[in-house]
């Protein structure tokens, strides 16, 4: 029996995405995928799938954000914190405007603090996952939030990248998270080649929430934080790290 995962990212209004059958690596996919569903119910059926976007909204947003969050930005340490932004409270998410949401989350939050214009657009796909899995609870054990460059970080034995994915050293970058992708084991076909319509960026952050993907159905992967808590819909507020590294090409530290 084929044991399927997948990994989800973001990408203009749609998601990037990567499918891979543990039990005979020769057999996988990439695509744009209209709807987190599409995957989750299309042939493939995949058991885990990690999707870079938050799951568990907090109905009042206090200090740094989420406890996940928090977690987040400690493992990532000073230079990589920016990327995890804080989760606005769930009235912001679902307000109908950026004004409104604004507003919200001035209100719902200690200290006051308005979401970012970035964080801003992403909240359709946020309410998206959260309308998915609090209409479908059985689907929750199958998707599970992560963060590529945690990810990523772990893969390179708990040290930072020496270059990011965008500006000048957006080639050296890219470079290093695909050399990474392929030493955890995942094929260089599937790697190499993202598929029409997606960034190679996004195809690699899709990559890397395949490889959490297959840590957490193999029982490998570690929650941050750990325990980790559920919002008033319960569902996880969690990000899931992959498993630290064990070969001597980096020294495992903080992952």
């Known amino acids: 029996m084929a044991r399927w995962i997948a990994g989800l990212d973001g990408c203009r209004g749609a998601w990037a995405g990567v499918l891979l059958d543990l039990d005979d690596p ?30 568990g909204l907090p109905e009042r947003s206090l200090g740094g954000g989420r406890s996940a969050d928090r977690a987040a930005r400690a493992l990532l340490g000073a230079r990589g914190c920016a990327s995890v932004f804080p989760v606005p409270p769930r009235a912001a998410v679902y307000a109908p405007d950026y004004e409104s949401a604004k507003a919200l989350s001035r209100r719902d939050s200690d200290p006051p603090r308005a979401p970012s214009i970035q964080c801003w657009n992403i909240a359709p796909a946020i309410r998206a996952v959260d309308a998915l899995l609090r209409a479908r609870p059985d689907l929750r054990a199958r998707l599970h939030e992560v963060h590529p460059e945690i990810a990523f ?89 992959p498993a630290r590294r064990t070969s001597d090409e980096r020294p495992a530290r903080s992952c």
Do not use: M, Q, S
């Open 26 to 55: 020769a057999r996988h996919r990439a695509g744009l995928f209209a709807t987190v569903a599409e995957v989750l119910d299309g042939p493939e059926a995949p058991l885990r799938v990690g999707i870079d976007i938050p799951i």
């Open 153 to 241: 970080r772990c893969l390179n034995g708990g040290l930072p990248l020496e270059a990011g994915k965008k500006g000048a050293e957006r080639r050296a970058g890219l470079a290093a998270r695909r050399d990474l992708l392929l030493a955890a084991g995942l094929p260089e076909a599937l790697v190499r080649e993202p598929p029409r319509g997606v960034g190679p960026d996004d195809h690699l952050d899709a990559l890397a929430g395949l490889v959490v993907a297959r840590d957490i159905l193999t029982g490998r992967a570690r929650p941050l934080p750990d325990p980790f808590e559920h919002d008033a819909h319960g569902l996880p507020v969690v990000i899931w790290a």
